[in-house]
Nanobody, 122 residues
Framework: QVQLVESGGGLVQAGGSLRLSCGAS????????MGWFRQAPGKEREFVAA????????YYADSVKGRFIISRDNAKNTAYLQMNSLKPEDTAVYYC???????????????WGQGTQVTVSS
């Protein structure tokens, strides 16, 4: 069992940066791949980024590639999403998720956080 708690969301102007954190409980964090997803009002949840259990492999959605960086610190049981050059279309609730495989599909992830709101003003 893994419990995930996101933090770091907020209101930022376009072009600004935010860093989201995802803290995990339990001693098995390092055995899970971690993903970040987002959901804007009226839209389906979409993949943002994912990282392997070791941190060696990462995947990004085309919409965030070159602007967002996913990372993890297994010693701190925490995953991060550094978001740079933010755009109004990045506005959404951001969720972190844990699963056994490095996937871009939400239903491949087993554990989910409650989400944190990111709002980017123009």
């Amino acid at each position: 069992q893994v419990q995930l708690v996101e933090s770091g969301g907020g209101l930022v102007q376009a072009g600004g940066s935010l860093r989201l954190s995802c803290g995990a409980s339990g001693r098995t964090f390092s055995s899970y791949c971690m993903g970040w997803f987002r959901q804007a009002p009226g839209k389906e949840r979409e993949f943002v980024a994912a990282i392997s259990w070791s941190g060696v492999n990462t995947y990004y959605a085309d919409s965030v590639k070159g602007r967002f960086i996913i990372s993890r610190d297994n010693a701190k049981n925490t995953a991060y999403l550094q978001m740079n050059s933010l755009k109004p279309e990045d506005t959404a609730v951001y969720y972190c998720a844990a699963g056994p495989y490095l996937k871009v599909v939400a239903n491949e992830y087993v554990y989910w956080g409650q989400g944190t709101q990111v709002t980017v003003s123009s």
